[in-house]
């Protein structure tokens, strides 16, 4: 028996548009992990740092936000899991949690200006822990993309370009 389709509501014209900026995320994201262990030509680096060094940045920015949407801790203003959850789209998330000492490293290295960032103590997102656990938040949010479609969010316009373009690298990046 075919699933019945659910009726387009404010909240799924909202859904859709969240929708759109985790597929943009999740894109960004697996470019980053691929671009972390590309070899690049000498002309790209400066005395310091190459594009190796800022596609960890930015893969750990990503890491953050696709976290934060998948489990949390919430701020009011953020896209949440739950709310697809609340609207039918998904159950709750599947795949591999980042372990705590990642995500509290990811939290003091990327995306705040900490004090503690500067005590040797705490722990710095390491290239090979970035790949790995990026890999896992984006396991996990192609598991959220697939039980949304499924059960009838679009993948339109923008988004679905996001997802095209996401499943090119991540047919790369996830092997």
């Not at 859904?15 to 597929?23: D, I, N, R, S």
């Not at 705590?100 to 004090?115: C, D, I, P, Q």
């Amino acid at each position: 028996m075919a699933k019945a389709k659910k009726p387009v509501t404010v909240t799924t014209v909202r859904l859709e548009e969240q929708f759109k900026h985790v597929t943009y995320d999740m894109l960004m994201l697996a470019m980053s992990l691929r671009y972390i262990n590309e070899s690049w030509p000498k002309r790209f680096e400066n005395s310091m740092y190459g594009p190796n060094e800022v596609a960890k940045g930015a893969a750990l920015i990503k890491i953050r936000s696709l976290d934060g949407f998948l489990y949390g801790p919430y701020q009011a203003d953020d896209i949440r899991f739950g709310d697809f959850v609340s609207a039918g789209y998904c159950s709750g998330p599947r795949g591999t949690k980042p372990p705590s000492w990642f995500r509290e490293s990811v939290n003091k290295y990327a995306a705040h200006l900490t004090k503690e960032r500067t005590i040797r103590g705490v722990t710095r997102p390491k290239a090979d822990h970035i790949v790995k656990y990026g890999k896992e938040i984006l396991k996990s949010c192609e598991f959220f993309v697939e039980d949304c479609t499924v059960n009838g969010l679009k993948l339109e316009r923008r988004a679905g370009r996001y997802h095209a373009a996401f499943l090119q690298e991540w047919g790369v990046v996830k092997n």
